[in-house]
């Protein structure tokens, strides 16, 4: 059976701004390596388990050309780019559509399915999850997740419910049938599931034969499920035919505008998930940078030299870097400060879900050229 890994790089990172832009998201932004982008860290991490030319990012029309200039060493063909903005039930019926484009029979392909935006220690112990997933899911017609255990009561995560019969035992640790999948909770409810030991963070990582996914699709999303074929067949012409292109987006536009997660894995009976073996943090908003970099002996995480005096707690992103934009911070705690060329962000770390807000305001006042 042959392995494919597909990278949903779509989002916009709209809480990252200023630096997080439309043609620059947070999935190229160097946030948790000081040399690659995440993008680039998804690519590499995956690479000694599935080669280069297996890899497939699914993202938007308008981050296609971004994408390919900034890692050149990606095949042209191997971004995929979506005709229009839906949700990953869509990009991931869409990779499937090309996958069986381009390399045939379903039951014969398997899926990894990532994201551009995680920090993901420990590679080794990564990929090694990953074979166990894939191969469960090839060997058993599965869908599987892996589930992250909860180190703290994050009320931003959804949650997976695990059944505590195992279902298989892999060297890496036991699989589970899924019980049920939980939304984000409240507090109360995030510490209980925190204590309980059968409550993991749902990761957004799948595994599946293709055939599987389209079994699926067609029992719980049969509209998907109905319009995959045309998508197969334009995918599987010229991919410069203007034709074809409007061929895929008339196929693919009226699709329903919902996550994977809802529209298949909260419905399917067949879902399993293998606990994550590696240190996992969804990087969603700049407060996530406590988590993924250094700190200097005040708590501070300071990305682009800046100077701090009397601070502590703080998080300072300076793109430009000190050569080009001196930024200093005096006698605060506990704030975000980001610089870029053409934008500053100022505001409390309890703050820093709101930033999108930010974005909207500036689109309000006409400045799209900001966003």
Known sequence: MRRFAVIMAGGSGERFWPASR??????????????????????ERISPLIPPENIVIATSETLAGPIKKAIPALRSENVLAEPAKRNTA????????????????????????????????????????????????EEEDALVTIGCEPDRPET????????????????????????????????????TYCRSGKHLWNSG??????SSLLEGFARHMPALAAAIPEMRDSLGEHASNPASRERLRAAFEPLEDVSIDVGLMERAGNVHVIRAGFPWDDVGAWDSLVRTREHDTSGNVNAGDAILIDSRNCIVYNEEGPERMGVAVIGLDDVIVATTKDGILVCRKDRAQDVRQVVKALRVRGLDRLT
């Open 22 to 43: 439309k043609e620059r998201p947070k999935q190229l932004l160097r946030l948790t390596h000081p040399t690659s982008s995440m993008l680039e860290e998804s690519i």
């Open 156 to 191: 931003g995560y959804g949650y997976i419910e695990i059944d505590v019969k195992v279902a298989r035992s892999t060297p890496v640790g036991p699989i589970h049938r899924v019980a049920r999948f939980r939304e984000k909770p409240n507090s109360a409810t995030a510490q």
């Open 90 to 137: 869509a990009c991931l019926a869409l990779a499937a559509a090309h996958l069986e484009a381009v390399y045939g029979d379903p039951t014969e392909i398997a899926m990894a399915v990532l994201t551009a935006d995680h920090r993901i220690g420990q590679p080794d112990a990564f990929r090694a999850t990953v074979d166990a997933a894939l191969e469960f899911a």
């Open 205 to 210: 990582m799948f595994f599946w034969r293709v």
